[in-house]
C-alpha cells in the first residue's frame, strides 16, 4: 500500500461518521427511510467534517437522536416474535414444573437448601471478617504486642506492653499520631443498695479512649468522659442495672475501692451503647486513668517509669503509608536503650493491624478475657467458606442430575421442536429458562428461609446478623455466585438434550446409556465423596468432644462449688471461714487453695530447678490446705500431703509429670529451687530463691483446657511467698441446689455484710472450655445432615428413574420367577458401588482435615481407621435405604401392569 | 381542510421543493433553506415536513442511482405534485 493511500484511508477512518450513533441508527430506523436518511446525514457530515471535524460528529449523533420519532422507527413489534417465544419458554417450564410435581419439589427443596446454607454462611463469614472494621480509622490503627523469649527458648506472644512504651512512642515518633492504653485490673465491687452488690468485670483507660475509637455515648462527652478522677463511663446494661431506665449521667455510685479507709463513690460520666458483638473488645464498665493516680501514691512514677510490666494493652493510630516495620523495630530499640541495666532484654515487638485483631490472635496471651472476645482461627473461617461452596456444589450437582434425567424424559418435546425447525440454541435457551425460574423461585425461598433461621443462628453463635447488615457488594455476589451456578448447572442437560437425533427422539428411543449415565454417575459419586467426607468429620469432632467431656481428668470436678474470695475478711482466717461454710450439712468438705482447676485467673507459673534439672522447667503454683487433695479425689501416691500451713510452708507435692521433669528418681526428701515466678504477664524474680522440699507425688491430672499442653504442677502451702488464698472449694452433696446456695449466701454474708458471694460451679466451668467447639461441632452436624439429605434425594431421584425406565424389565424378571429381593439387590449393586467409590475419593480428604484440625488440642483422639470404616457404613446404609425404598415399591407392583403398557 | 393544512415550515421546504425541480433532495434543501431564510436548520426537520407533505400527496419522490460518497446510500428526489400546487396556492389566499 503507498503512502497516498495510507493517507486517504487515515483521512476516511477520520472522517467516517461517528460509529455508534450511526449504528443506533441503523437499528432503530425503518428501512425505507434508512437510504435518504444516512445518505444524507452522511453527506451533510462530510461537508461539515472538512471544515470542523468535531462539531461534525456532534452534529451527527444530535441528529440520530432527533430522529428517534414515531416516523422513522421501525416497528419492531412486527419482527419475528421473540418476545412470544421467550413467553413460550417461560410456559413449558411452568408447565414441566407442574407436570413433574416430585421432582419439581425434590429440585426446588435441595436448591433451596444450598442457596440458604451458603447465603446463611456467608452473613457468618462476612460477620467474621467485618470485625472492627466499624471504626472511622479502622484501617490505621495498630495495637503492639510483645513477643518474649522464654527460658526454655520457646517465645510467649502477648497482646499489651509496658505502660510507658505507648507514651514514649506517642510523644517521640511523629507518624504516630494518637495512641490509647487499656489495663485490666480484675473486677470491682459495685452498687448503692448494701444487699443487692456485684462483681464487675472493669478496665480503664486513656483519657482520649472515645475519641481514639468510635463507640459511641449515649450520654456524656466523648472528648471529657474520661477525664476526671473517680468517674467511670458504664455500658447501657450496666446503667440499666444499677440506675434503671433514666438518665445516669452525674450519679453516683458506691465501690468497694477504698481511699483512706472510706468506700470511694464513683460519678458516671458516660453511658455507652452496649458494643457491637463484632469488636474485639468487649467491656461495661471504663475507669478513667486518673483515678488511679488519684487513689495510689506511687501510681504516676509506675506508669512513667516501668519498661517491663506488659499490662497495658496499646492502640497506636499511624499516618497512613507509613513503614509498620520500621516503626516496630524503633519501638523495639526505643524500648531496649531504657530497659532497665539489671534485666536481659529479649523481647521484639511487633504491630498488629486492627482489621486482622479478631482472626490472628489465637496465639496470643492477653492481660484480660475482655481483650480478645471470641477470637477465631483462620482455619475455621476457610473451613466455612469450603462449606458454603460445598454445600452450593452439592444442590448443583444434584440439580443437573435431576435435570439430565428430566431432558431424557422430555425427548419427545425435543423431537417436535427439533422437527418444527428450532435451531440448536433454542433448545438451550429452553433449559436455560428452566433453570433460571429454579433458581429464582430457590433463591426467593432461601432468602425467606433465612430470615426465619437467622434468629436462631444468633442465638446460637451469640452474633448480630442481619440481612441487611451485608454491604450491596456481597449481596450482590453473593445472589450473582448463586444465579450463575444455577445457569451453569443447566448447561450440561442442554447439552444433552441438543445432541438427540430427531428420530430417536420421536420414537422414544433414547435410552439411559452412553456418556450421559456416566457423568451422571460421576456427578452422584461427587455428592457422596462429600456426604461421606462430612459424615466421617462429624464423626471425628464428636468423638473429640466426647474424649474431652469423658477424659479422667486426674481429679473430680463434680459437685463442687468453688467460692471466690473478693475480700479481707474471707482471706484472713481461713480457718474460721472454713469451719464456718462447712456447717451446714450438706457440705462434705471445703478446701482452701490459691488456684482452682479450669482457672479463670491465670496461674502463676514457677521456674524449678533440679540438680538434675538446672535450667528450671515452668510449673503452675497452687498453694493449698490439708483437705484440698481429698476435696477434688486427686490420688496421692507417695509421700504426704500439706498439713499445716505454717509447719510445711517449705515442702511440696508434685505431680508424677514434674518428678520427670525435674530428672528425679527418688523425689521425695529432694530439695528442689524456684528463682522466679511469672503470674500472667508479669515475672518476678524472687528476691531469695524459694527452695522447698518434697513431700509428696500425686498422680498427673490436667487443670486446664486440654487445647492447650499441660504444665506439671506443684502443691505449696497458703500464703507463701509465691500467692495468697483466694478460692474455697466446696463438696457438696444436696438435692435442693437453691436452698443450699441460699444458706452459703447467708454464711457469707455474716462473715463479709459488704462484699456479695461470688461461687461458680466446677463441672460448669469445664464444659464451658469446649464451649466454642461444641457449637462447631453442631453446625458441622446440621451441615453435615443437609448435605447427606441433599445426595439421598438425588439418589433417591436417580434411581426412580432408573427404576421407571427399566419397568418392563423389572416384569420379565418377575415373570421368569425373580424374587423382590433379587430384585432390589439387582438395582441397588450398582449404586452402593458407586457410594464405596465415593468413599474411596472422600475419605482420605475428610482424614486430611480431620488430622489438622487434632492439632488444634493437645491431647486429642487416636486417629483410626474405624472411624472411617464406621462413616462409610452409614453413607451405605442411608443410600441402602433409600434405593430399598424405591426399588422396592417398583419389584412389588404385579407384572400385568408394566407389561400390559405397551 | 386539516388533511391537506401546509404549515410554514412545510411550505418553506415545499417551495423548495418546486424551485430545485426533480434535483431535490435533503442537503440540497437544506442548503437551499439555510441559505435563503438566513438560519441554521437540522436535517431531521427537513425530512419530516418531506415526510410528511409526502403522506399527504403534496410531494412525489423517486431513489437516485448508488453514488460512493454518501455511504453508498442512494438519494431520494422529490418533486412537487398537482395538489401540492393546488393546495399550496390555496394557502397563499
Known amino acids: 500500500m503507498s503512502i497516498e493511500n495510507l493517507s486517504t484511508v487515515y483521512f476516511e477512518a477520520m472522517s467516517a461518521p461517528p460509529k455508534y450513533p450511526l449504528r443506533f441508527l441503523r437499528w432503530f430506523c425503518r428501512e425505507d427511510s434508512l437510504d435518504e436518511i444516512e445518505g444524507d446525514l452522511t453527506e451533510v457530515f462530510l461537508k461539515q467534517s472538512a471544515t470542523a471535524p468535531r462539531k461534525a460528529k456532534w452534529n451527527f449523533g444530535w441528529s440520530v437522536i432527533k430522529y428517534f420519532r414515531p416516523e422513522f422507527i421501525k416497528q419492531f413489534k412486527q419482527q419475528p416474535n421473540t ?16 407436570k413433574n410435581k416430585t421432582f419439581s419439589v425434590i429440585n426446588i427443596s435441595v436448591l433451596t437448601l444450598g442457596f440458604s446454607c451458603f447465603l446463611l454462611l456467608s452473613l457468618y463469614l462476612h460477620d467474621e471478617l467485618s470485625f472492627d472494621m466499624f471504626h472511622r480509622d479502622a484501617n490505621t490503627i495498630y495495637r503492639i504486642t510483645q513477643q518474649e523469649r522464654q527460658d526454655n527458648g520457646t517465645l510467649r506472644n502477648i497482646s499489651s506492653v509496658a505502660p510507658t512504651i505507648g507514651k514514649e512512642v506517642r510523644e517521640q515518633f511523629p507518624e504516630v499520631e494518637d495512641m490509647v492504653r487499656l489495663s485490666a485490673f480484675g473486677r470491682v465491687t459495685l452498687g448503692n443498695d448494701p444487699t443487692n ?108 517509669t516501668e519498661w517491663v510490666d506488659t499490662e497495658y494493652t496499646t492502640y497506636l493510630k499511624i499516618k497512613p503509608q507509613s513503614n509498620t516495620a520500621l516503626l516496630s523495630t524503633r519501638i523495639e530499640a526505643l524500648v531496649k536503650n531504657n530497659y532497665p541495666a539489671d534485666r536481659e532484654f529479649r523481647s521484639s ?108 443462628i444468633n442465638v446460637f453463635t451469640n452474633k448480630e446478623i442481619s440481612i441487611s447488615s451485608l454491604p450491596f457488594e456481597w449481596l450482590v455476589m453473593v445472589v450473582a455466585v448463586i444465579l450463575s451456578v444455577g445457569i451453569l448447572a443447566a448447561l450440561y442437560p442442554a447439552f444433552i438434550a441438543t445432541r438427540v437425533s430427531i428420530v430417536d427422539a420421536l420414537k422414544r428411543e433414547i435410552k439411559i446409556g452412553g456418556s450421559s449415565l456416566s457423568v451422571r454417575k460421576a456427578l452422584l459419586v461427587m455428592q457422596f465423596a462429600i456426604s461421606v467426607m462430612m459424615i466421617a468429620s462429624t464423626l471425628i469432632i464428636y468423638q473429640q468432644l466426647n474424649y474431652l467431656r469423658e477424659k479422667d481428668l486426674g481429679f473430680s470436678h463434680e459437685n463442687l462449688v468453688v467460692i471466690d474470695v473478693n475480700s479481707r475478711n474471707l482471706r484472713r482466717n481461713f480457718e474460721t471461714v472454713k469451719s464456718e461454710f462447712g456447717k451446714p450439712a450438706e457440705v462434705l468438705r471445703v478446701a482452701a487453695s490459691t488456684r482452682v482447676p479450669g482457672e479463670w485467673k491465670s496461674f502463676p507459673v514457677a521456674t524449678t530447678k533440679s540438680n538434675q534439672n538446672t535450667m528450671g522447667s515452668e510449673m503452675i503454683f497452687v498453694g493449698i490446705d490439708r483437705d484440698f487433695l481429698e476435696t477434688y479425689k486427686i490420688k496421692l501416691l507417695a509421700g504426704r500431703t500439706i498439713e499445716d500451713p505454717v509447719a510445711d510452708s517449705l515442702k511440696i507435692v508434685v505431680t508424677q509429670l514434674a518428678v520427670e521433669q525435674l530428672g528425679l528418681t527418688d523425689p521425695i526428701g529432694q530439695v528442689v529451687e524456684i528463682p522466679r515466678v511469672r503470674y500472667g504477664e508479669r515475672m518476678e524474680e524472687l528476691d531469695t530463691p524459694f527452695r522447698v522440699e518434697i513431700i509428696g507425688v500425686v498422680e498427673n491430672f490436667y487443670f486446664e483446657s486440654l487445647h492447650r499442653k499441660q504444665l506439671p504442677v506443684i502443691f505449696g502451702a497458703l500464703n507463701t511467698a509465691i500467692q495468697v488464698i483466694d478460692y474455697y472449694t466446696l463438696q457438696i452433696n444436696t438435692s435442693n441446689w437453691n436452698n443450699t446456695l441460699e444458706t452459703l449466701k447467708a454464711i457469707n454474708h455474716k462473715i463479709d455484710p459488704d462484699t456479695p458471694l461470688e461461687y461458680t460451679f466446677l463441672d460448669a466451668r469445664f464444659e464451658e472450655m469446649y464451649l466454642a467447639d461444641a457449637r462447631r461441632g453442631q453446625i458441622f452436624l446440621v ?19 432408573s427404576v421407571e425406565s427399566r419397568l418392563k424389565e423389572i416384569g420379565v424378571r418377575k415373570v421368569m420367577g425373580a424374587s423382590v429381593s433379587s430384585i432390589v439387590a439387582l438395582i441397588s449393586k450398582e449404586f452402593l458401588v458407586l457410594v464405596i467409590i465415593a468413599g474411596a475419593i472422600g475419605l482420605p480428604i475428610a482424614g486430611y482435615y480431620m488430622q489438622s484440625w487434632l492439632q488444634e488440642f493437645a491431647y486429642h483422639i487416636p486417629f483410626g481407621v474405624l472411624v472411617f470404616a464406621e462413616a462409610l457404613l452409614i453413607t451405605l446404609v442411608i443410600a441402602f435405604i433409600t434405593i430399598g425404598v424405591r426399588t422396592a415399591r417398583a419389584a412389588v407392583l404385579n407384572p400385568v401392569n408394566s407389561l400390559r403398557s405397551e | 381542510m386539516t388533511q391537506h393544512s401546509l404549515g410554514e415550515f412545510e411550505e418553506l421546504v415545499l417551495l423548495m421543493v418546486a424551485a430545485q425541480h426533480d434535483e431535490a433532495y435533503g442537503v440540497t434543501i437544506l442548503e437551499g433553506l439555510e441559505e435563503k431564510i438566513k438560519k441554521k436548520v437540522n436535517i431531521s426537520a427537513v425530512h419530516v415536513a418531506l415526510k410528511r407533505m409526502e403522506d399527504k400527496g403534496f410531494v412525489k419522490s423517486r431513489f437516485g442511482g448508488i453514488t460512493e460518497d454518501r455511504g453508498g446510500r442512494r438519494k431520494k428526489f422529490y418533486v412537487i405534485t398537482a395538489l401540492g400546487k393546488k393546495c399550496w396556492i390555496h394557502s397563499m389566499i
Not at chain 1, 270 to 296: C, R
Open chain 1, 783 to 801: 451441615l453435615s445432615i443437609i448435605v447427606v439429605i441433599i445426595a439421598s434425594l438425588g439418589l433417591f431421584a436417580l434411581v426412580s428413574y
Open chain 1, 83 to 98: 418476545y412470544g417465544m421467550y413467553k413460550s419458554y417461560f410456559k413449558i417450564s411452568l408447565r414441566q414444573l407442574i
Open chain 1, 197 to 304: 452488690r456485684t462483681h464487675e468485670r472493669a478496665l480503664s483507660a486513656d483519657a482520649n479512649f472515645f475519641t481514639f475509637f468510635d463507640f459511641p455515648l449515649v450520654e456524656g462527652d466523648a472528648k471529657t468522659a474520661l477525664k476526671e478522677p473517680f468517674t467511670i463511663v458504664v455500658s447501657e446494661t450496666i446503667k440499666e442495672k444499677y440506675f434503671g431506665a433514666g438518665a445516669a449521667l452525674g450519679k453516683q455510685i458506691w465501690s468497694g475501692l477504698r481511699r483512706a479507709g472510706q468506700p470511694v463513690y464513683l460519678t458516671v460520666s458516660g453511658v455507652m451503647k452496649n458494643f457491637p458483638k463484632n469488636s474485639h473488645l468487649q467491656m461495661d464498665i471504663l475507669f478513667s486513668e486518673a483515678t488511679w493516680h488519684s487513689l495510689y501514691n506511687d501510681y504516676t512514677q509506675y506508669v512513667t
Open chain 1, 349 to 456: 515487638f511487633t504491630l498488629q493491624p486492627l482489621r486482622k485483631i479478631h482472626t490472628n490472635s489465637s496465639q496470643l496471651e492477653s492481660a484480660a478475657e475482655q481483650f480478645n472476645v471470641n477470637s477465631i482461627k483462620p482455619f475455621y473461617l476457610y473451613t466455612f467458606a469450603a462449606l458454603g461452596f460445598v454445600l452450593l456444589l452439592t444442590a448443583c450437582l444434584n440439580y443437573m442430575n435431576l435435570s439430565t434425567a428430566m431432558a431424557i424424559k422430555r425427548t419427545r418435546e425435543i423431537g417436535t421442536r427439533k422437527t418444527l425447525g428450532a435451531p440448536k440454541n433454542q433448545m438451550v435457551v429452553q433449559f436455560i429458562t428452566d433453570s433460571v425460574l429454579f433458581s429464582l423461585l430457590s433463591l426467593l425461598l432461601s432468602v425467606g428461609l433465612a430470615y426465619l433461621v437467622l434468629p436462631w
